[in-house]
């Protein structure tokens, strides 16, 4: 039986290829069923029943020898004791290259199925990047296993049939096969819905008689109206796949009994200028339903698929779809890349062969930026399999974007620093934001002015994962570049107190010292640090000075800790007068961090004495009224408390240097300082100090406000 089969696959290639290199196939069976010998699938079949089944419908697709020996060789690395190297000893660096190519990744290399499942995808799509065959071989790998799915236990099918629909459908209709995209989504349905399927097949099949006759009297109608106008052309028509169907019901809320337009038609011509001929005609005869033509052969589906589209007003009144097509066109339809020959040559080459394999070009872009296999997963059946939109350059040139693309992922797809600093579109001549999502046919300009910058906005924005990712890599080069200057104004500052600065830092050799202590790469590596707060300017000016000015410093910061302590640990004057109670015990809020001289409240806390807080502090709004005490400062009270301002301004240079040199020039040490900027010229300024007495604050305040480009300042409560 077996070798019945074998013998009808090698009939089978050499009736598409009769100079092809049956010899090798062959060797390849016999390898095979050498090597899977006694292994048995689920169903109790013997193994090289699979990879015997992928082999023939790989020579259904028309593909050459060595992919085909690759459909019998795909499993022999990843289920038996088989090496690659053994695989390119007997057939070859070709066929081991597609071997290896389709071969998962185990659970030994990954640490869980899923990260197994992800890291597979990837190398799987990375080598069919270099040849497309490593993909439509797994495609056929993969329809065998959903043909034998019932053989699997019910969680692990629908964990199969989940993927199947997520990602291998897609992945043939990419690739323009389109009978096999549906024999996926159809067997997925199946599974993953039975109860839905089994009511749909059952409800077509009550129609089945009244619908085969309407497709014969139609299709009989639109062919002799053809011919009468001197076209001769092949008419059928054919009941749309489950799944399509069912996908209409859940997107519409439809009913099975509300199901009309499950019929379609097909007119298949000899030469191009037949289609729009054969258009004319048909709308001629029928009224065509606005908004439903559209014209695939002027301007193809990134998988090349080509056909005029329309729906009519049909002869009984009902809405009526018909596809246009050449006989050439209607192979590509059906086979895609599996159509041509040049497999190899396609992806990696040039003009419309590489543009037909953009969508895997990207994939391979975003597996370099995102390092998590599970984020790259997700994104491939998020991103990148969903239907396209056709917008147009001002030049004309078709940019494709996946469904619900805005005008930031316009401008990401045309350049990088487009998109960076964009900041409107025109669309069809009109004024459109950035948040506008873009439909087929507009034509789409970018707006751009040098002093944009992508904020955190644009992620909740934007559709695809390269703008997300760009978008996400400028914002984090803007920080850092902020965290710098910031880094560089705190550390020039405190070494000007001692008479020291950067450039004398580095003539003395110190800067390499203070790397390595501190464990920084780089001077630029240290002042980002310091930026950010994860190294403090104080602690490098300590680590520069001798011993004895370096201790009088951390006296110094000593003290003023000391001086922020509560009350009662210091032999001090106390700085609060409470009233109604014999407590002596007080502490001030941390959330609030009350400043002598403005308004305050106690609150009596159980075995912790009183807690002052600013009287507007939120946290005492709910308390319970009962425990408040009437609470004011002793005139004395000077003790500093931690204070954050938030300074929005406009983002432009300098103005982080004057916002700290007025801070400075009031005598105030900042303790620790950010900037985070938005993307529409704004930048938020957050400084953190200590002050002793509120009217203090709001000295600077007015000082700050005064600074041109400061829109306004606020005390943050922590």
């Known amino acids: 039986m077996a070798t019945a089969k074998i013998g009808d696959l090698l009939d089978k290639?050499?009736?598409?290829?009769?100079?092809?290199?049956?010899?090798?196939?062959?060797?390849?069976?016999?390898?095979s069923a050498r090597v899977h010998r006694g292994q048995k699938r689920i169903s109790g079949?013997?193994?090289?029943?699979?990879?015997?089944?992928?082999?023939?419908?790989?020579?259904?697709?028309?593909?050459?020898?060595?992919?085909?020996?690759?459909?019998?060789?795909?499993?022999?690395?990843?289920?038996?004791?088989?090496?690659?190297d053994e695989i390119q000893a007997a057939f070859g660096d070709e066929i081991a290259a597609l071997v290896d190519g389709v071969t998962k990744i185990g659970l030994i290399e990954a640490s869980s199925r899923?990260?197994?499942?992800?890291?597979?995808?990837?190398?799987?799509?990375?080598?069919?990047?270099?040849?497309?065959?490593?993909?439509?071989?797994?495609?056929?790998?993969?329809?065998?296993?959903?043909?034998?799915?019932?053989?699997?236990?019910?969680?692990?099918?629908?964990?199969?049939?989940?993927?199947?629909?997520?990602?291998?459908?897609?992945?043939?209709?990419?690739?323009?096969?389109?009978?096999?995209?549906?024999?996926?989504?159809?067997?997925?349905?199946?599974?993953?819905?039975?109860?839905?399927?089994?009511?749909?097949?059952?409800?077509?099949a009550r129609q089945r008689v009244e619908r085969e006759?309407?497709?014969?009297?139609?299709?009989?109608?639109?062919?002799?109206?053809?011919?009468?106008?001197?076209?001769?052309?092949?008419v059928t028509g054919r009941t749309k796949s489950a799944y399509s169907i069912f996908r209409k019901m859940r997107e519409q809320g439809l009913a099975y009994e509300d199901i009309a337009d499950v019929v379609g038609f097909r007119v298949i011509v000899d030469a191009d200028r037949d289609c729009y001929d054969a258009l004319g005609i048909i709308h001629r005869n029928w009224p065509p339903v606005p908004g439903r033509f559209r014209d695939y052969i002027a301007l193809p589906k990134a998988n090349r698929y080509q056909s005029l589209h329309t729906t009519v007003v049909g002869p009984y009144g009902e809405r009526m779809e018909v596809q246009i097509r050449t006989r050439e066109m209607h192979l590509v339809a059906e086979y895609g890349i599996a159509a041509h020959w040049r497999y190899k040559t396609a992806v990696n080459g040039s003009g419309a062969d590489r543009d037909r394999f953009e969508w895997l070009h990207q994939l391979l872009e975003l597996q370099k930026q995102l390092d998590d296999p599970r984020r790259y997963?997700?994104?491939?059946?998020?991103?990148?399999?969903?239907?396209?939109?056709?917008?147009?350059?001002?030049?004309?040139?078709?940019?494709?974007?996946?469904?619900?693309?805005?005008?930031?992922?316009?401008?990401?797809?045309?350049?990088?620093?487009?998109?960076?600093?964009?900041?409107?579109?025109?669309?069809?001549?009109?004024?459109?934001?950035?948040?506008?999502?873009?439909?087929?046919?507009?034509?789409?300009?970018?707006?751009?002015?040098?002093?944009?910058?992508?904020?955190?906005?644009?992620?909740?924005?934007?559709?695809?994962?390269?703008?997300?990712?760009?978008?996400?890599?400028?914002?984090?080069?803007?920080?850092?570049?902020?965290?710098?200057?910031?880094?560089?104004?705190?550390?020039?500052?405190?070494?000007a107190r001692h008479h020291l600065d950067l450039s004398r830092l580095r003539r003395?050799?110190?800067m390499a010292e203070i790397l390595k202590k501190f464990r920084r790469s780089s001077e630029e590596d240290l002042l980002e640090a310091i930026g950010?707060?994860?190294?403090?300017?104080?602690?490098?000016?300590?680590?520069?000075?001798?011993?004895?000015?370096?201790?009088?410093?951390?006296?110094?910061?000593?003290?003023?800790?000391?001086?922020?302590?509560?009350?009662?640990?210091?032999?001090?004057?106390p700085e609060v007068r409470v009233y109604g109670t014999e407590e002596t015990m007080v502490r001030f809020a941390k959330c609030c961090q009350p400043l002598p001289g403005e308004p305050i409240a106690g609150f009596m806390t159980r075995g912790r004495g009183v807690t002052v807080h600013a009287a507007g502090c939120e946290r005492l709004q709910g308390a319970d009224p009962s425990r408040r005490l009437e609470v004011e400062w002793e005139p004395q009270a000077r003790a500093p408390r931690t204070v954050r301002l938030e300074v929005t301004s406009v983002d432009r240079p300098g103005l982080l240097a004057a916002l700290s040199?007025?801070?400075?020039?009031?005598?105030?040490?900042?303790?620790?300082?950010?900037?985070?900027?938005?993307?529409?010229?704004?930048?938020?300024?957050?400084?953190?100090?200590?002050?002793?007495?509120?009217?203090?604050?709001?000295?600077?305040i007015r000082r700050i406000q005064r600074i041109p480009g400061v829109e306004s300042v606020r005390r943050r409560r922590f």
Not at 48 to 77: E, N, Q, S
Not at 151 to 157: D, G, T, V
Not at 466 to 480: F, G, N, P, V
């Open 13 to 31: 290639i050499k009736a598409y290829n009769p100079e092809a290199d049956l010899e090798t196939v062959e060797r390849a069976y016999e390898f």
């Open 45 to 84: 079949e013997p193994y090289l029943v699979h990879p015997l089944a992928v082999a023939h419908i790989l020579a259904d697709l028309r593909l050459d020898v060595p992919a085909v020996a690759t459909g019998l060789l795909h499993d022999t690395v990843e289920d038996t004791l088989t090496t690659i």
């Open 114 to 204: 899923e990260e197994a499942e992800a890291r597979s995808m990837g190398k799987m799509l990375l080598a069919s990047a270099q040849d497309i065959r490593v993909l439509l071989i797994k495609l056929a790998d993969r329809a065998h296993n959903m043909r034998t799915i019932e053989h699997l236990p019910e969680e692990r099918a629908r964990r199969v049939a989940q993927e199947t629909l997520d990602i291998y459908a897609p992945l043939a209709h990419r690739l323009g096969i389109n009978w096999l995209k549906k024999e996926f989504e159809d067997t997925a349905f199946r599974v993953l819905w039975p109860a839905d399927y089994a009511e749909l097949r059952r409800h077509l």
């Open 213 to 234: 006759g309407y497709i014969r009297e139609v299709a009989g109608l639109i062919r002799k109206r053809l011919l009468d106008a001197g076209i001769d052309a092949e």
């Open 377 to 495: 997963l997700k994104t491939v059946k998020e991103d990148l399999f969903s239907e396209d939109v056709l917008v147009f350059t001002p030049k004309g040139d078709v940019v494709r974007l996946p469904q619900g693309s805005t005008v930031i992922d316009f401008a990401y797809r045309i350049h990088s620093e487009i998109g960076d600093h964009c900041t409107a579109a025109r669309i069809d001549g009109q004024l459109a934001p950035l948040r506008t999502v873009l439909r087929s046919g507009q034509q789409v300009e970018v707006i751009t002015t040098e002093d944009q910058r992508p904020s955190r906005e644009w992620l909740k924005i934007v559709r695809t994962q390269r703008a997300r990712e760009r978008i996400l890599a400028a914002i984090k080069a803007d920080e850092r570049a902020k965290a710098l200057k910031l880094g560089r104004i705190l550390l020039e500052r405190d070494l």
């Open 508 to 510: 003395e050799g110190r």
């Open 532 to 573: 950010r707060g994860t190294v403090r300017s104080h602690q490098v000016i300590e680590y520069l000075l001798p011993g004895g000015e370096a201790e009088k410093a951390r006296t110094r910061r000593g003290l003023r800790r000391w001086l922020s302590l509560p009350s009662r640990s210091k032999p001090s004057e």
């Open 661 to 700: 040199q007025a801070i400075s020039t009031a005598g105030i040490n900042i303790d620790r300082a950010f900037v985070r900027t938005s993307g529409d010229g704004k930048a938020l300024n957050v400084f953190e100090m200590r002050l002793t007495r509120a009217d203090e604050l709001e000295t600077l």
